[in-house]
């Protein structure tokens, strides 16, 4: 940051430059200052309670699941549950499940009874794989 900080100010004469934690600008982009972020990405999820536009450290929590380890999950779901095995260890596995898990899966928040249609997600090869809860 100080190497970046130098030419900004050095070479391209920036006035003034100002870092902020990206989770927090989130924050503040619905115009509030205080609030809880969630910041989950691929190998891990971050937990950051902000108050008045501070961010309480010694309350932040790093929890070690991500969306790698959501779209592992749903894959031993569909081995499991259909009986359905990926033929190989390959990249285009990973991108098919990977796909599954952005077109189909989503999270419901207080909902006593949850209504999901059944989905059917037609894969590469053509073979039709059934989706429900």
């Known amino acids: 940051i ?47 309670p902000v108050v008045e536009g501070f961010v309480l450290d010694h309350a932040t929590t790093r929890l070690s699941f991500g969306g790698d380890s959501i ?16 033929i190989s260890n390959s990249v285009s596995r990973k991108d098919i499940i990977q796909q ?15 209504n999901h249609p059944v989905e059917h997600y037609v894969l590469p090869d053509g073979n039709i794989l059934e989706l429900k809860d």
């Open 2 to 48: 100080y190497e970046m900080a130098k030419k900004l100010f050095e070479d391209m004469k920036v006035k003034e430059l100002k870092i902020v934690y990206r989770p927090l600008v989130s924050l503040m982009a619905t115009g509030k200052k205080t609030g809880l972020i969630v910041d989950c990405g691929s190998a891990s999820c971050v937990v950051i």
């Open 71 to 86: 779209t592992d999950y749903l894959e031993r779901l569909i081995q499991r549950s259909k009986g359905f095995q990926f």
């Open 100 to 114: 599954i898990k952005e077109d189909s899966c989503f999270l419901e928040v207080g909902v006593e009874e949850p």
